[in-house]
């Protein structure tokens, strides 16, 4: 197994440990994909959930750009929800998880295919 494998492995525990949920493997699999190099980089691999500037770019990068969604409440909505149920106290949110997690939130799973 590859670097990207272990850290797919790592995210698909998250996603079954920490937030209760059952991940779709393959869906897991390209959204830490989408990430790019970032999931290999300490600081940019995590969402830094305290930052309003950082909840602003996966806002923006994510949710607007990447998953074609009007910006409007319900996207920081959705956001904090996401922090919510990976926990608060959690300190490492990893960003492929929350972008795995919003896109199921959102049901744009199709912009993946």
């Known amino acids: 197994m590859g670097k990207r494998d272990d850290l797919i492995a790592k995210y698909a525990d998250d996603l079954k440990n920490k937030c209760g949920m059952q991940p779709d ?3 897991l699999t390209k959204v830490t ?3 790019g190099p970032a999931i290999y980089n300490d600081d940019a ?3 830094a959930a305290t930052q309003e500037s950082e909840l602003e770019t ?3 990068n994510y949710l607007v750009k990447k998953l074609g969604l ?3 409440p319900e996207l920081m909505d959705a956001i904090n929800k996401v922090i919510e ?7 490492n949110k990893y960003r492929a998880v929350v972008y ?3 896109c199921k939130h959102f049901g744009k799973e199709a912009v993946y295919g």
Not at 85 to 91: A, K
């Open 33 to 35: 994909i989408g990430c």
């Open 70 to 72: 009007s910006d409007g």
């Open 25 to 27: 493997m393959d869906l």
């Open 58 to 60: 996966v806002k923006e």
């Open 45 to 47: 691999s995590t969402v």
């Open 85 to 91: 149920t990976y926990g608060r106290s959690e300190r």
């Open 100 to 102: 795995y997690m919003l």
